[in-house]
């Protein structure tokens, strides 16, 4: 078991105090500790009203712009992730056999665990995870049918469809692999339309796109006009030498170009380069990674349908927190029982819920993961009445009428009711969190 020092204390205190009985308040919450006497709510426990919204948890919240962690911490994060769990890997440096192809994916597939398509279900047992396209491969043996390939990538191996991905040689597998500059979908979903196949591929939040760069032609004009002013001229109409000047340059400057693959005829990878337009769904670089952006960034998949192993080209809820820690650059495994199990920061927990919600609010901060081995959620702090709330893939609920398929992502308390009728976060095994 793992905790932060700096909060340890505090949290042993909270957990004393509501074990003898004494009421304490944290997250700016009354002095009492009515909301967890509330136990359990009747119905969806889907909240969405105005606490619905991105903008009332980042507002209350403006140190939450502050920088957690710096390009330098998130190297060190992820090689520390890596080396906790196989099941996440540094695909450049990774040893590989003679008989290893290097492939590319090209757009959105399935990975398998089994060298067959989905079944057209929901819930299909052998999906296992979605694959974005630019995705490096390392590509292993094949379907007998030779319709599939064994593929490893950066969080995952299974079966992947040949028609999904590109062969290539190494060299320009390194360059999806371990991109010197890359852009980042930000988006819930984003279309990369490929220009030389003319059509619109499927990125979901976290993709990575290699950037290379380009030197944009001169404008003849702007050249022109350079060349017609005389020095003289030039220090006498300083302003128009300014302008022309800056013209000039901005045409001068690299143009950043987006590395666009395509599976050829016979399943040989294409590339080829497309000017990258950046805005608030395609990021250059990682997002910084501070605490509101962990929620504006969950709330862009807020509403979107449940995706199990990313069919329905949806999220799951392993894949709603990974892809949004991959927006900042975080890289944590795919599945939810392995998250709550390696992030460097975490409680196993015990006790009611009383006490599980108090040591949550009093030593977890936003962004936390709270798991079990089926589940996990992410938990965006506490309402205006201290209610510790959170963000998930939901695929269903339960009340006294038995189950319901929700299959959405949601805002939701902490206390609506599980399986056997219980407070959900009586049944949450780990608190982990990235500090």
Same mark, same amino acid.
Request: one cysteine or more; charged letters at 25%; hydrophobic letters at 40%.
């Given at each position: 078991m793992t905790v932060r020092l700096k909060n340890i204390g505090a949290a042993i205190a909270v957990t004393f105090a509501l074990t003898v009985g004494i009421a304490g308040g944290f997250c700016d919450a009354p002095q009492h500790i009515s909301f967890v006497a509330r136990t359990v709510e009747a119905a969806s426990p889907e909240v969405t009203d105005e606490r619905a919204e991105s903008a009332y948890w980042t507002e209350q919240n403006p140190d939450g712009e502050r920088v957690l962690f710096t390009s330098d911490d998130i190297?060190?994060?992820?090689?520390?992730?890596r080396a906790e769990t196989e099941t996440l890997k540094d695909l450049a440096n990774e040893s590989v056999t003679p008989d290893v192809r290097y492939g590319v994916a090209t757009r959105r597939g399935? !990975? +398998?665990t089994v060298p067959e398509p989905p079944d057209g279900s929901?819930?299909?047992?052998?999906q296992a995870t979605a694959v974005d396209p630019c995705e490096a491969l390392l590509v292993y043996e094949d379907s007998d049918d030779g319709k599939f390939s064994h593929v490893v990538m950066r969080n995952y191996e299974g079966w992947l469809?040949? +028609?999904e991905f590109g062969l290539t040689d190494r060299a320009t597998w390194m360059q999806f692999a371990a991109p010197k500059d890359f852009a980042v979908v930000t988006a819930n979903q984003w279309w990369l339309h490929d220009d030389a196949m003319n059509q619109d591929v499927l990125c979901q939040m976290g993709a990575k796109i290699p950037i290379v760069y380009a030197r944009s032609g001169? +404008?003849?004009e702007a050249a022109g006009n350079m060349r017609r002013i005389g020095t003289t001229q030039l220090v006498e109409r300083g302003a128009h030498r300014q302008n022309v000047r800056e013209q000039y340059l901005e045409q001068r400057k690299r143009v950043a170009m987006l !590395? @666009?693959?395509s599976r050829a005829k016979g399943g040989a990878l294409a590339v080829h380069e497309q000017p990258a337009v950046f805005d608030d769904d395609l990021h250059h670089g990682f997002l910084p990674c501070t605490e509101n952006n962990f929620v504006r960034q969950g709330f862009r998949f807020f509403g979107d349908i449940y995706g199990w192993g990313g069919l329905d080209d949806? @999220?799951?809820?392993?894949?709603f927190t990974s892809d949004v820690y991959r927006s900042m650059g975080l890289e944590i495994p795919r599945d939810a029982d392995v998250q709550g199990e390696v992030l460097p920061y975490r409680i196993r927990l015990h006790g009611r819920a009383a006490t599980r919600l108090a040591l949550l609010k009093a030593a977890f901060p936003i962004g936390t993961l709270l798991t079990n081995d089926t589940h996990v959620m992410m938990y965006i702090g506490c309402d205006a009445d201290g209610t510790p709330m959170a963000l998930q893939a939901m695929s269903s609920y339960f009340d006294d009428d038995g189950k319901h398929y929700l299959r959405r992502v949601v805002l939701t308390t902490l206390t609506y009711p599980n399986a056997k009728g219980k407070p959900y976060i009586d049944g949450v095994k780990y608190l982990s969190a990235i500090r």
């Amino acid at each position: 078991m793992t905790v932060r020092l700096k909060n340890i204390g505090a949290a042993i205190a909270v957990t004393f105090a509501l074990t003898v009985g004494i009421a304490g308040g944290f997250c700016d919450a009354p002095q009492h500790i009515s909301f967890v006497a509330r136990t359990v709510e009747a119905a969806s426990p889907e909240v969405t009203d105005e606490r619905a919204e991105s903008a009332y948890w980042t507002e209350q919240n403006p140190d939450g712009e502050r920088v957690l962690f710096t390009s330098d911490d998130i190297a060190a994060f992820n090689a520390a992730m890596r080396a906790e769990t196989e099941t996440l890997k540094d695909l450049a440096n990774e040893s590989v056999t003679p008989d290893v192809r290097y492939g590319v994916a090209t757009r959105r597939g399935n !990975l +398998r665990t089994v060298p067959e398509p989905p079944d057209g279900s929901h819930y299909d047992e052998q999906q296992a995870t979605a694959v974005d396209p630019c995705e490096a491969l390392l590509v292993y043996e094949d379907s007998d049918d030779g319709k599939f390939s064994h593929v490893v990538m950066r969080n995952y191996e299974g079966w992947l469809s040949k +028609r999904e991905f590109g062969l290539t040689d190494r060299a320009t597998w390194m360059q999806f692999a371990a991109p010197k500059d890359f852009a980042v979908v930000t988006a819930n979903q984003w279309w990369l339309h490929d220009d030389a196949m003319n059509q619109d591929v499927l990125c979901q939040m976290g993709a990575k796109i290699p950037i290379v760069y380009a030197r944009s032609g001169d +404008r003849p004009e702007a050249a022109g006009n350079m060349r017609r002013i005389g020095t003289t001229q030039l220090v006498e109409r300083g302003a128009h030498r300014q302008n022309v000047r800056e013209q000039y340059l901005e045409q001068r400057k690299r143009v950043a170009m987006l !590395l @666009v693959p395509s599976r050829a005829k016979g399943g040989a990878l294409a590339v080829h380069e497309q000017p990258a337009v950046f805005d608030d769904d395609l990021h250059h670089g990682f997002l910084p990674c501070t605490e509101n952006n962990f929620v504006r960034q969950g709330f862009r998949f807020f509403g979107d349908i449940y995706g199990w192993g990313g069919l329905d080209d949806s @999220v799951d809820c392993s894949a709603f927190t990974s892809d949004v820690y991959r927006s900042m650059g975080l890289e944590i495994p795919r599945d939810a029982d392995v998250q709550g199990e390696v992030l460097p920061y975490r409680i196993r927990l015990h006790g009611r819920a009383a006490t599980r919600l108090a040591l949550l609010k009093a030593a977890f901060p936003i962004g936390t993961l709270l798991t079990n081995d089926t589940h996990v959620m992410m938990y965006i702090g506490c309402d205006a009445d201290g209610t510790p709330m959170a963000l998930q893939a939901m695929s269903s609920y339960f009340d006294d009428d038995g189950k319901h398929y929700l299959r959405r992502v949601v805002l939701t308390t902490l206390t609506y009711p599980n399986a056997k009728g219980k407070p959900y976060i009586d049944g949450v095994k780990y608190l982990s969190a990235i500090r």
